[in-house]
């Protein structure tokens, strides 16, 4: 993984929350507890706050696409996009960063940014072999 840290950048990360209730951990952050119904505020003033969990690391590609309409700020002709699960069991959409991919290969998931939107960082997940 790159060390964002040397250029004073932040290490990007992706991050899935649980549930202070149940403990189910869900990703991306639902505003309503899946299993139990319990309440997420993203200000954690009102309810309770859910702990944040970092996501990455070893996953298995479920599903892939090539896409080719592709939004304002890529520069490429087309890209991989993956599905993948994780060993928590959670499942992740991202870009796929692998030649010939197929399905239930083994992915290593890293978070990056994936695009710069006027100058605003959008961070996803990058997968890898
Ligand atoms: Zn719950």
Redesign the pocket.
Known sequence: MIDFSVYGKKTPEVFAVK?P????VDYPAPML?K??G?RRDPSGSIFKDWEKVSLGGPCKLLAWTRVYALPEGFDVKYLLFGIVEFENGLRASGRLLVDQPETNMKLNARADVIRDVKGVEIYGFMFEK
């Open positions: 549930c209730n149940c403990g189910k507890c299993k139990c319990e």
